[in-house]
């Protein structure tokens, strides 16, 4: 569904995209909360986590050496179930919720830990906090942890947000053919997609190239909408200190209205649309397109970098800044709350004796030993020590997959710094690109309001818009037919409601 978008923190979005480790280093001491190795009958007791992920564990279990030590400091028997696709992975979530076979931690957004705590899904954790101080501290202290409360209940762990990766990539070698210079401005930036449309660069006679991919399900048009200074539509944001909604944002309609150009132009690649995972990872490195918005890690990884030299010998693919615009130039968006959060199962208090081992493998995992286990794999043998500093070893790519285990987050700089440092150009830029803030994830549905139902209808005609399905000029009773029949008023009238109790608005 194209809406999902919205409906996911950018957390499980950037696991989906994922194909290497990227971990952090944290300076909490912890430990695993005097965890007995095994339990009184000499088993260790089985912990399941469920996560979403492209990839997964070694297929020998020989050789996941960081599920080996984790066991073994613990007394457990963990298990890591990564499921392919947002969508996948929240469908198969919820039918072992209501099959009561949940695993012992999964993962939700704030708007699913609030309707699933509502339902009595999932486990209140606001008794076991004391026993959770070193998660708490992990992962920031009181003010993260307001992501995971729902009216003074704590029912989840926000992991530790990870770093934005997200930029605009383009074919320099592309461009040095067509002979034009980096864009500077949102126009530019289509004379730049029409010329790799239209001017055969990469001169093999043919006309089979396109300016622009991406996948709108996710993030394609995030700098097209920044040059708007707006959003995919239905994000709140702040300007000139009041409350908006970019449905009801004259420049988002002037975005449609430039997209729309860009169809019309034949720049963008004719299966937009049906790229619903990563296909338009595949058609860069197969030279089909020369510009969208890529994570650094899918460009630059080693991996990822022999792929596309493989495919593309002559490929150069550079970041650039996002485009300037009636708006401004943003990068995308940042929704302040939006963490991905750790929840337990209600059914876990039945079991006390494997709670207090999720609880502390959590605590384990908040310690240095811990948390550098998870991002770097054994001392001595994928990384040593000098000091405070980590120094890997040439075995450290042994264990690309440690990110599975990062249940809590990371500390990105350090890890990136430290597992990647021929990288930092790529990822300080895209650190340091700016970002509208947003504030959805604060904000509770009101009864009477089915977002499923409302972002089905904005997403259809979205892009019946962009695509000449539907002229502009009916934007109006676009909008009409989304408070009227959607009952996207009440969402409005709640959402300034809640933001100006929670003072983050003013009155």
Known sequence: MILRRWQSVPALVTCVLLTLSLAGCSKQPASPNSAAPTNQTGTRVKIEVLISALNNLPTDPAMDMIKTELDTKLGIDLKITAVVGDEDYKNQRNLRLASNTSADLFYVDRRDMIALSQQGSLLDLTPYMDKLQATKQFVGGDEAMKTGTVKGRVFGIPKVSPAPQFTLWLR??????????????????LQVMKAFTEQDPDRNGKKDTYGFTGNPQ????????????????????LKDGKLVNSIYDPQFKQALGFVNTMVKQGVVDPDFLANTKVQHKDKAYQGQVGLLNFNWPVVVNSDAAKQIKTLQPQANWVQIQAPIGPGGSYNGYDDVGARSIAVMPASLQNNSEKLQKVIALLNYLSSTEGSRLVQYGLPGIHFKLDGDTILPTEKINDVVYSHL?????????????????????????????????????????????????????IMEETFKFIYDKRPLSEYDDFVHTLEKTYRYDLYMEAARKQLVEQELLKQ
């Open 405 to 457: 285990y990062q249940l809590i987050g990371r500390d990105e700089m350090t890890y990136l710094r430290t597992k990647f440092p021929d990288a930092e150009p790529y990822y300080r830029f895209a650190i340091e690109q700016p970002r509208l803030k947003v504030y959805d994830a604060f904000i509770e549905l009101p009864p009477g309001f089915n977002a499923v139902d409302a972002n089905r209808y």
């Open 218 to 237: 996710f993030n394609a048009l995030d700098q097209i909408f920044g040059a708007y200074g707006t959003t995919y539509p239905g994000k709140f944001y």
């Open 172 to 189: 320099q070698d592309w461009l040095d053919q067509v002979d034009r210079q980096a864009p500077v401005t949102i126009d530019e930036l």
